[in-house]
């Protein structure tokens, strides 16, 4: 028999990133597809999907299947899972048969959510499935080190969670989620602009706002740019001029509540891990790390270094890699295999 295939996926609310064990990163788009409501035939997946949220008839239905972290819709992420290894490489369900896949997914999921992601995988063709958390991948993707008897915290900032954990001697020794980060922002923001300003923004343009204007820094310039929306009241197209003042209102409550997130697991950790990290500092992951500001905005409250990883958007695909060879064996450290 042909030697199996290692899959590793990263299906996040935002990003969906496929890895194929000696080919890397094979897709690195949108969670999104787009469905024909009559045909149910495919029109699009990844970037083109996402491209038409909120800008098409009728006729065609755009999908996220994922929901804060976890699937809400089963049926289209098998659909958007199949239809990019098959559009991809080419991989049909009879390659996918032999096939080892890891799939990742937040720390706190419950026993449900985590049995759905086993389905979607044996849906798919796929027997050997393993599930692992997103910050163990997440940090051995960033290239740490957690296989030493040392505390590593690992934030992780994504579309629909905020992980936080304390990793040590290869697994998870604490961790807490909670479903609020990015896409929190772009909904808090859109609702905020058409309560004050009458006029409602799509989601697109609320990302577009928040990754053009948000600020973390305590000496930010104020800057203010003009989106195209929708007056609510007489129905017509009007741009709406936002400020980095307007969009910090809901950035800064939320990243507060990371920091509450932060501080509830450093209370909770024993005193020996909590002095590693206090002294190697916390590492910073996944599309939420890339405000500006944010390593300022945490350590000066947590009093802890903050620093982003080299890659925190690719890190959790890149680190199935590794959990692919150690398949979940705390004493198997797959960095240096
Ligand atoms: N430069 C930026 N500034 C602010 N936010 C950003 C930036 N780039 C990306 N983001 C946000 O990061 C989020 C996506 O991050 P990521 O890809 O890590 O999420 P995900 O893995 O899909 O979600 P999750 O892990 O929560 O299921 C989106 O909300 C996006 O708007
Ligand atoms: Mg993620």
Redesign the pocket.
Known sequence: MADKLGLGI?L????LLVFLEKKGIIFNQP?VIAFDRESGQIVAAGKAAHNMLGKVHDKISVIKP?KN?VISDMKAAKELLTYVLKEVENLTEKDLTNTSCVMCC?SEVTRIERDIIIDLARHMGISDVLIDE?IKAAALGANIDIFKSKGVMVV?I????TDVGVLSFGDIVLSRTIRM???YI?TELAKQIKQNEKVEIGELTA?KC??DL?DLRSDAAEKTNRYAGRDIVRGIPKWVDVSSKDVNKVVVPTYEEVVKLISAVLKDTPPELSADIYQHGIHLT???S??KGVEEFISSRIKVPVSVVANP?TCVAEGSKYLLKNRGDYLVNPLKL
Not at 158 to 161: A, C, D, F, L, S
């Open positions: 990263d996040g609310t935002a990003n969670s994922l972290g937040p997103e992780d994504g579309g629909g969670t980060a990015g896409t772009d990302e928040k990754i948000a996944g599309g939420g890339l405000i958007l």
